[in-house]
């Protein structure tokens, strides 16, 4: 292999493996990260364990939790799967475990594990990773020839590939820069928005549900009359709204929340079927006939949501409890299994998990990431608009499309 120059804007997941990969093949490649330290954003993952991939080893069902584009990632998965990234890890030294929802963490649980494999098995494969900013691209006869970074300085190149990530956590560098030089080089950039975020919802009692986690609870979202997601799991309230593992993956297939209807109804007891609840309730009731309604459900729920579900109950607190006529008691059974809060934004794209939109899918060749626009440029990772549910399938996205980007640039 000749010494062709490589250039790749970006040292996070993607970039660094599309280095090791292209480094390994005797290509000379120069990473470009503008942090002092690379990966920052890997960093954050997982809350700082750093949650690297999903355990879900048939590729279907890895498609499956790829809302956004997903038969674009057919052929990258297809060389570099879930497996293989546990695999990865372990022979760089990081030993790996499988968490609730087959999430994939280092047993240290420290991201830093991670990102210090990334950057040895990047630098080991030959690639050279320098602190600095690139300003544009210079693009001459249909081909990337340089970088321009800054203080006027420019680096030549043979080909580049752009991993810069997308607009989330800008405070890790993910500022939307590789978006504009996508633009440069005369690729379409599809609207960005926040994805795997918080809602903000309306509802005047959600203030006082602030804090409160619910656990093994299931949510269906509605556009309008329509279901358009459904998830079983974790969530909490906020002062804003609500949060949390299916409520980020619900985010996840909404768009406008200002313009649209959207609703959230949770089933605060999915393991009950109706009927079976109200018999739950009648006995709950009979247990504390003589007591105030709003003193009997402190089995049944957690204190913090009782009092705004007695007053979405419409029935007195104060009344007793033998003393509830039953289409009461029926419309409280309907409320635990309905209960509902309506949704008007997402929260800021910079409290976002990850951005969704980004370099046009259809300008892209998915078996090898080239633009099929100019000849030598390759992009990997967040940058692409692609993007998958919570639970370690993002940072898996971000591994396949680099290993795919560094063996074909």
Known sequence: MDNKKVIIIGAGASGLMAAARSGKRGLDVTVIEKNARPARKVMITGKGRCNVTNACFDINELIS??????????SAFSVFMPYDTIALFEELGVETKIERGNRVFPVSDKAVDIVDALVRYAEKSGARIINNTVKSIVIEDNRVKAVMLDEGK??????????TGGKSYPQTGST?????????AGHN?????????PLVCSNNFIPSLQGLSLKNISIK??????????????????????????ILSASAHMSNPKEKKYKLVIDLKPALDEKTLDKRIQRDFEENKNKDFINSLSKLLPNKIIPTVVKLSKIEPSVKCNQITREKRRNLVNLLKNFSVDITDFRPIDEAVITSGGVDVKEIDPKTMKSKIIDNLYFAGEIIDVDAYTGGFNLQIAFSTGYVCGENI
């Open 65 to 74: 939790n790829v809302p956004k584009n997903p038969r674009f990632m057919f």
């Open 154 to 163: 420019s680096l030549e190149c043979d080909a580049l590939a752009i991993c």
């Open 176 to 184: 939307g820069d590789g978006y504009e030089f996508a633009k440069m």
């Open 189 to 197: 950039v599809t609207p960005l928005r926040p994805s795997l975020v």
């Open 221 to 246: 979202l509605f556009d309008g009359d329509k279901t358009i997601y459904s998830d079983f799991g974790e969530m909490l309230f906020t002062h804003f709204g609500v949060s949390g593992p299916v």
